[in-house]
T-cell receptor, first 111, second 114 residues
Framework: SQELEQSPQSLIVQEGKNLTINCTSS?????LYWYKQKYGEGLIFLMM?????EEKSHEKITAKLDEKKQQSSLHITASQPSHAGIYLC???????????FGQGTRLTINP | DADVTQTPRNRITKTGKRIMLECSQT?????MYWYRQDPGLGLRLIYY???????NKGEISDGYSVSRQAQAKFSLSLESAIPNQTALYFC?????????????FGPGTRLTVL
């Protein structure tokens, strides 16, 4: 089983709508990274969260880290076609010194 | 110029062939990683290196080997390719950090093994 589970695995939304992607860990999170991947391309770093309760925003994307729930959420407000792609969460668990990734969430934005 | 480059970008090969994927970086990072991506499985770590003399197996290293020729170069080899190694392969570099740090990815190499 995955150490990081993302939900949903696939999401189709109408342009302009809000959406949320979740990343749940089976272990205590010490750092959580969000990446975006355009189809067939490399990953682009979005945000890093390190502290419980931390929330960061970049343009219309907001990410939160809830350590008690061992969960992070990524929220997109007023989605645009440019938001389409695969979103991956990654975390380095204590002592691991390397990232483990969730399976990804494929986001499609319909005009 | 891209900070992390991978060559080739696409490769089609036959079962049993030896394949080398190369990665170069200009970011000056000590840490480098090789991942493979398969649909529905996310990214899985193959090998990682914290410096030229430090190479470690990841979760799926069987069938692969690596070479860290210099701080800036990290190559991945498939000694005898098999069809289930068909995947998208990514190289990444990383900053040092208490919990792993941010990673910077190359554009990927799409490998098909027939």
């Amino acid at each position: 089983s995955q150490e990081l589970e993302q939900s949903p695995q696939s999401l189709i939304v109408q342009e302009g709508k809000n959406l949320t992607i979740n990343c749940t860990s089976s272990k205590t999170l010490y750092g959580l990274y969000w990446y975006k991947q355009k189809y067939g391309e490399g990953l682009i770093f979005l945000m890093m969260l390190q502290k419980g309760g931390e929330e960061k925003s970049h343009e219309k994307i907001t990410a939160k880290l809830d350590e008690k729930k061992q969960q992070s959420s990524l929220h997109i407000t007023a989605s645009q076609p440019s938001h389409a792609g695969i979103y991956l969460c990654g975390s380095s668990f204590q002592g691991a010194q390397k990232l483990v990734f969730g399976q990804g969430t494929r986001l499609t934005i319909n005009p | 110029d891209a900070d992390v480059t991978q060559t080739p970008r696409n490769r089609i090969t036959k079962t049993g062939k030896r394949i080398m994927l190369e990665c170069s970086q200009t970011k000056g990072h000590d840490r480098m990683y090789w991942y493979r991506q398969d649909p529905g499985l996310g990214l899985r770590l193959i090998y990682y290196s914290f410096d030229v003399k430090d190479i470690n197996k990841g979760e799926i290293s069987d069938g692969y080997s690596v070479s860290r020729q210099a701080q800036a170069k990290f190559s991945l080899s498939l000694e005898s390719a098999i069809p289930n190694q068909t995947a998208l392969y990514f190289c990444a570099t990383g900053t040092t950090g208490r919990w792993g740090g941010e990673q910077f990815f190359g554009p990927g190499t799409r490998l098909t093994v027939l």
